[in-house]
């Protein structure tokens, strides 16, 4: 089946400030506003969010939040609601990345709740999910990759997990330059499409997008996006600068 790729910029706290965001913002328009055949999308720091959404507003370039909260309004210093998200013009929410599981200690269950609200209000999430260096070399990758899609995607119909959009990312990956080989991130991947097609159906495993996120760069993003299973990118700090990001985004047509 043929799934448009999603390619999605996620600049983690970097061009935090309005001037930096709107100038990478503004680059990314220029060079990426006429591809057509992949969905791309920027998600800034919630600081710079309002200002990249004025830039992005009439062009394909998509614009994302990098985390939410699972409510719409209350006692919850310092955290960002879905309605605002939506307000300032996001489309989608990155949900459960490894920095937000291991450093803020987001359980899979906090994480399915944030899933489910943003279903609920229209959001797209890209919702994470991968293994860490040890737990690689313990041989227990799908194991984990198993539990963080289980129990992430718990208590959803079909029809609501064909919206969602899952980023596979090995943690080791991360901001290291060690990437997955491309046939390691394709097993990971088809497992990941199996374990959907099991639950929920062959045809919603089918539609489902499901990234590759780990140190892809210009030299190793075509290799990765050319396996079967692998439909695009959440790419870190390649994105921030606009021609490399379109590199990246054309090696997915």
């Known amino acids: 089946m043929s799934r448009r790729p999603i390619v999605a910029g996620n600049w983690k706290m970097n061009a935090s400030g309005p001037r930096a965001a709107v100038e990478i913002a503004a680059a990314v328009v220029r060079e990426l506003n006429d591809v057509t055949a992949v969905e791309c999308a920027v998600c800034p720091p919630f600081t710079a969010l309002m200002a990249v959404a004025e830039v ?60 489910k609200k943003a279903l609920e209000k229209g959001l797209t999430p890209i919702m994470c999910c991968g293994e860490t260096l040890d737990e690689r070399e313990e041989g227990i990758t799908l194991d984990i990759v198993r539990g963080h899609i289980d129990n992430g995607l718990a208590d959803l119909r079909a029809a609501d997990v064909r919206k969602v959009v899952i980023a596979y990312e090995p943690v080791w990956a991360i901001g290291t330059g060690r990437t997955a080989e491309p046939e390691d991130a394709q097993e990971v991947h088809a497992f990941i499409r199996h374990l959907l097609s099991e639950k929920y159906g062959r045809d919603t495993a089918d539609t489902v997008r499901i990234q590759y996120g780990g140190s892809v760069k210009p030299e190793n993003a075509k290799e990765l996006f050319d396996q079967p299973d692998i439909d695009g990118g959440l790419i870190g700090g390649a994105s921030l600068k606009a021609d490399t990001f379109r590199d990246i985004v054309l090696a997915a047509r």
């Open 56 to 115: 992005v507003r009439h062009s394909r370039i998509g614009l994302g939040a990098q985390n939410m909260y699972p409510e719409e309004k209350g006692a919850f210093t310092g955290e960002v609601d879905p309605n605002a998200l939506l307000e300032i013009g996001c489309k989608y929410v990155i949900i459960g990345h490894s920095e937000r599981r291991a450093v803020f200690e987001e359980t899979d269950e906090f994480i399915n709740r944030k899933v």
